[in-house]
């Protein structure tokens, strides 16, 4: 996959521009990347804080040639890739399945995946927010949120950290689209997550709330989760709302 970088001072969001340039015919390898976002996504409809040079806001286009039932592995992926870029910036992380990047119980990265039908088939964006510093958290945000900065004392390099993350996506990518791929990236995600089994948890769909614990993933990243009742239900990355922790 070859990377194109485009930066903005300023843009609506990196995802919306990237899914922009996926409908026009964008490559695979594009990568939008903003110092500030005036409409900054996050999942479930919410808005992300995206403070000029508060965060690094990146959007990378692919065009994934995996069966379509593993697509949702691009969200391990992505996760176990900001993993290791955080390693390389001082940070050690834990994943929150599915891709939320928590240090403790704070959040320093959340990913937002969005798929679409292009006339060059299908494109999938996945955007990346990493909190740079927390200066300008808002003060609903500052209880379970965290930064960089906070965590190292040190103020990041965010070209290098963008760089660090760009080239473990495309490392990564190339895994998962090999033959044994989407194995060893379920492996790789499972290192680096506490989520991935033996976590008490609380699971909030649109149509239930359950508690249970979790017992591993399934061949599409889904996750185990066995209730006290001992059944094992399989939740969807799209079902969930939220995820809790109960431990
Ligand atoms: C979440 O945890 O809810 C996902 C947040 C994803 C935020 C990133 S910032 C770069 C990209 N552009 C957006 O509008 N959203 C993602």
Redesign the pocket.
Known sequence: MQIQIFRYDTID????EAMRQAKLGAEEGLCIIADE?T??????G?T?I?EKDS?L???ILLRPTLPTELTPLITLMSAVSVHQALAKSGVAADIKWVN?LLVGDK?IC???AEATATPNGLAVVV???INLRDGNFPSELAATATSIEALTGTSPDRDLLAGNLVDAIRANYKILQSPQGPAEIRRMWTERSSYADGKSVTVRTDGEVFAGITRGIEENGALRVETAEGAVKIVQAGDVERLRSTQ
Do not use: E
């Open positions: 969001s990196t995802n919306s976002q409409a900054g996504r996050g999942r479930h919410r992300w995206s965060g806001y990146l959007s939320d959040k959340g990913i937002l955007g990346i927010g």
